[in-house]
């Protein structure tokens, strides 16, 4: 299977925009508020620490069974960034599965960008062939669990550090 690479993804209020390393800057002040960080971990990171992360994400995974893809979240009314959507994507036997996660800076949070952008990278993911979605999510962290329900995935009884896996059969 050839890799899965990022694209252009448009929702209804979205533009979902392949990450780039000219989005550092914006997303430092995006992520910039620590409470941000109760669930995603770490602290705030600088523009040239996320100057740095993205070098090495658009580089791509060393790995060839394994895609990176990552994108900013566009708000097109707002006509700014608000976030990030990721894609892990690796060949299976059985086809494509991607572990995805999100994340809204504070701001533009409880406005719905999350759960579009995330149903929007669902519909993506289906059609480039990935037939199982997961993400990880903290028991506590009521948001992402709604986002993951809103996006199609649902709990299943596995936990890995801490966090429950979530799951979603395409096709």
């Not at 504070?106 to 952008?117: D, H, N, S």
Request: charged letters at 20%; one cysteine or more.
């Amino acid at each position: 299977m050839t890799n899965v690479v990022a694209e252009t993804i448009r929702t209804e209020r979205l533009t979902l925009l392949p990450l780039s390393i000219e989005h550092a800057e914006e997303m430092a002040a995006v992520l910039s508020d620590p409470d941000l960080h109760t669930f995603i971990g770490g602290v705030p990171a600088t523009a040239q620490a996320l100057l740095t992360r993205y070098e090495r994400l658009t580089a791509g995974s060393p790995d060839p069974a394994v895609s990176w893809c990552n994108w900013v979240i566009h708000l097109r009314d707002a006509a700014c960034l608000t976030g990030t959507v990721q894609a892990t994507v690796t060949a299976k036997d059985h086809g494509r599965t991607a572990e995805v996660a999100w994340v809204v800076g504070t701001p533009w949070q409880r406005r719905g960008i999350a759960a579009e952008a995330a149903q929007g990278l669902v519909a993506w993911l289906g059609k480039q062939g990935v037939r199982t979605v997961l993400a990880h999510i903290r028991p506590d962290h009521k948001a992402s669990a709604a986002v993951a329900t809103t996006a199609g995935l649902t709990p299943t009884d596995q936990w890995h550090d801490g966090e429950i896996k979530w799951q979603l059969t395409i096709g």
